[in-house]
């Protein structure tokens, strides 16, 4: 049984996952796992944009006060367009204003493909 240490944790963006993901099959030749090939198919399905995009609309969304890493994640993963669904992301745990949640919301519009 091959067992793995954790490194470290940090929460990714969809699209860094199956950048990650299509590196480590390029240095195999074998076929992918199965838990390869599942989160394969649920990236190609949910990454809504490319890991460039996905860097840049994170450090623009690092830049707003209240911003954290995990949030930041998960809104580049849904990219929001509403408020409701902005919403539902923060919950009660990150206090936003208004007027940072329309700037988050005028950010993701601006990366949605």
Same mark, same amino acid.
């Not at 860097?55 to 929001?80: C, Q, R, S, Y």
């Given at each position: 049984m091959l067992v793995?240490?954790?490194?470290s944790k940090k929460p990714i963006p969809l699209?860094?996952?199956?950048e990650i993901i299509k590196e480590r099959l390029k240095d195999k030749d074998?076929?992918?796992t199965y838990e390869q090939d599942m989160t394969i198919k649920y990236v190609n399905?949910?990454?809504?944009?490319?890991?460039?995009?996905?860097?840049k609309l994170h450090k623009e969304l690092m830049g707003?006060?209240?911003?954290?890493? $995990? %949030?930041? @994640?998960? =809104?580049?993963?849904?990219? /929001?367009?509403?408020?409701? $669904? %902005?919403? @539902?992301? =923060?919950q009660k745990k990150? /206090?936003?204003t208004d007027a940072q949640k329309t700037q988050i919301l005028d950010l993701c519009k601006q990366h949605v493909e």
């Amino acid at each position: 049984m091959l067992v793995e240490k954790i490194v470290s944790k940090k929460p990714i963006p969809l699209a860094e996952v199956k950048e990650i993901i299509k590196e480590r099959l390029k240095d195999k030749d074998a076929e992918p796992t199965y838990e390869q090939d599942m989160t394969i198919k649920y990236v190609n399905q949910y990454a809504r944009i490319t890991r460039s995009k996905a860097d840049k609309l994170h450090k623009e969304l690092m830049g707003i006060e209240g911003m954290d890493d $995990t %949030l930041a @994640v998960k =809104i580049i993963d849904i990219l /929001p367009v509403k408020t409701q $669904t %902005l919403e @539902v992301l =923060i919950q009660k745990k990150y /206090p936003l204003t208004d007027a940072q949640k329309t700037q988050i919301l005028d950010l993701c519009k601006q990366h949605v493909e």
